[in-house]
């Protein structure tokens, strides 16, 4: 029997209730783990949830966070939900004008800043913010009437008993990425999330307790949902990681057995793993070519000969083996989402001995629509739809007889944008269906292939259309590429803004005995191995969608210079404002 959740905050009491000795949240601190049990953690959720009450907060009100992934956003969460308020969470590496837009668009009560500087720049949002009345710090001492510690004090003196939201009512809004345009606040019942985790315990047949190592932030609906809440609901451990710089190490230490990430932290791990076999001697080389080869045919039910069980025996102990006991030795699942991960990057991470369960979802779908997990998947495709949920093909909105516009029916679809009647009408369709502005296709066995995105879509001047975002994936498997943009509306053909990886592109020119000029943007020998590359990634690419010519960017798209969201999606219109001229240029 699949357990029923009515609302988070039942679903986390019950946790408690069940797991309350068990390890929940890990932080790392002077080289070594501490972590705090569901029944200590309980204890800071209450403190929170009555300091809270005693500002003000009640029923309806908002409340919301400035803060990357950490104990007291968790602590947050949980305890504006047990008032019956919605949590709003925003990323340390947005704008401040960004969050002063999300606090007055979604009316909060009370905002935490991570730290001092934050909590000051919010402070100072405050007073062109009319319903903002409080500011919290994170990191102050209780001696400071606006910090955390104090608060907790305070919700120690008097206590506020939980209250039992109903399933229809808003746990939380979550900002949209804002790839084109102002971001919109996706109001997220609790009926949603808590549909999305019985999914998981539906779906997933997990054994002993989980560990995962987080880093895919919560603020994103993939992080929030599918890792804190629906881990937390299976009694899991949460080891929280603390810079991106240091995850590898943390792998190793915090020996994680579930890892959830979206495309470009696999591919970096892709990256760097086939950097480490190109260094090996040819033979082993082609043994771990071969290895991947066979374990690839096993995943989609191959029988193997001999010969290739001897081959994928040898490739695990030469090096499968030691790439896992650099993530811990422990990792069994890999959970991908957020966008589509290349099929050669989820095989060979397959191959390593690491099941990869790629799903798909937007914010707006809380976020599973559809996964793959245990006894049902397929390589390159996203899997099949969720318990509870359905999906619809449009073709009509695509105008192709295979493909078209992906519409999800389902007790996760969100229920509206923020204040934003117009764009709710055209997101969600009369029947509660959602369009998703994504393109696909189910096969026969009912599995979803995604191919783009429906306003990235472009034709060009023959009439052939190109969806840029799988293309763009590709060529980022080259160690040599950071980033890329492939553009061509209207155009004869495709061209593209490439940023390349500058420290392997440094190691590449002193490996050939190459100087590169001060100015990479012209280098001649860069742009050969550039043009090397594009060819090579994009080699089973259609002719109508190769890159023609190419133009090389100064600096990487970053969340910093606005060419990248909190989530690493490629801002389009930021990029092309930028470097639109250099592109037009390239049809000269």
Not at 497 to 504: G, I, T, W
Request: with cysteine.
């Amino acid at each position: 029997m699949v357990e029923r959740f009515g609302n988070l905050v039942a679903m986390f009491e019950g946790s408690v209730a069940s797991y309350g000795g068990r390890n929940l949240f890990g932080i790392r601190r002077d080289a070594a783990w501490q972590w705090l049990t569901y029944g200590e953690f309980a204890v800071v959720v209450d403190e929170v949830r009555a300091g809270l009450a005693t500002l003000g907060v009640q029923r309806g009100d908002r409340v919301a966070i400035v803060a990357d992934n950490r104990i007291e956003w968790a602590a947050g969460c949980y305890a504006t939900m047990g008032l019956g308020a919605s949590f709003v969470p925003m990323y340390e590496a947005e704008l401040a004008r960004e969050w002063e837009f999300i606090l007055a668009d979604c009316g909060a009560r009370v905002v935490f800043g991570a730290t001092r500087l934050i909590a000051e720049v919010l402070g100072e949002i405050r007073s062109r913010v009319p319903t903002l009345e409080h500011v919290i710090d994170l990191e102050g001492t209780a001696a400071d009437a606006g910090s955390l510690e104090h608060l907790r004090e305070r919700g120690r003196a008097q206590p506020r008993a939980s209250v039992q939201p109903g399933p229809d009512e808003i746990a939380g809004l979550i900002y949209t990425s804002g790839t084109t345009g102002l971001p919109k606040g996706v109001m997220l019942s609790h009926r949603n999330i808590c549909s999305n985790i019985e999914a998981i315990h539906e779906s997933f047949k997990f054994e002993g307790i989980e560990r995962s190592l987080a880093f895919l932030p919560w603020a994103h609906s993939f992080g929030q949902t599918c890792e804190l809440h629906g881990l937390v609901s299976l009694g899991s451990e949460i080891a929280i990681n603390d810079s991106i710089p240091n995850l590898i190490g943390n792998l190793a230490d915090a020996k994680p057995t579930i890892l959830f990430a979206v495309p470009r932290i696999f591919n970096r791990l892709y990256e760097g793993v086939n950097k480490q076999i190109l260094e090996k001697p040819a033979l082993v080389q082609s043994l771990v070519r071969a290895g991947i080869a066979a374990a690839t045919r096993r995943s989609r039910g191959e029988s193997l000969g001999i010969l290739d069980q001897i081959v994928l025996l040898l490739a695990d102990r030469l090096a499968f083996s030691t790439i896992r006991e650099r993530f811990g030795g422990r990792l069994n699942y890999a959970v991908s989402g957020s966008a589509a991960l290349a099929r050669e990057v989820a095989e060979f991470i397959d191959a390593l001995g690491i099941m990869v369960y790629e799903g798909y979802g937007l914010t707006e779908t809380s976020p599973m629509a559809t996964a793959n997990f245990p006894g049902s998947r397929k390589m390159g495709s996203v899997g099949r739809a969720v318990p509870g949920v359905r999906i619809e093909i449009d073709t009509a909105a695509s105008g192709d007889p295979r493909d078209g516009e992906i519409i999800v029916h389902g007790p996760n679809i969100m229920k509206g944008y923020y204040n934003r009647a117009e764009e709710t009408r055209q997101a969600l369709r009369e029947d509660g269906a959602l369009r998703t502005g994504d393109l696909g296709h189910l096969d026969d066995d009912g599995f979803l292939w995604i191919t783009g995105r429906i306003k990235e879509q472009y034709k060009l001047e023959n009439g052939k259309y190109v969806v840029p975002s799988p293309l763009e994936e590709k060529i980022k498997l080259s160690p040599y590429i950071a980033n890329v943009l492939v553009h061509g509306a209207n155009r004869p053909f495709n061209v593209a803004l490439v940023v390349p990886e500058r420290a392997a592109v440094v190691e590449w020119a002193l490996g050939k005995g190459i100087t590169l000029g001060d100015d990479l943007t012209t280098d001649p020998h860069l742009r050969q191995l550039l043009h090397e590359e594009l060819a090579r990634t994009l080699g089973p690419a259609k002719g109508f969608e190769r890159i023609e010519r190419f133009a090389i960017a100064a600096e990487d798209f970053t969340t910093e210079n606005g060419m990248l969201t909190p989530t690493m999606k490629l801002k389009r219109r930021a990029v092309l404002a930028r470097y639109g001229a250099a592109l037009d240029a390239l049809y000269g």
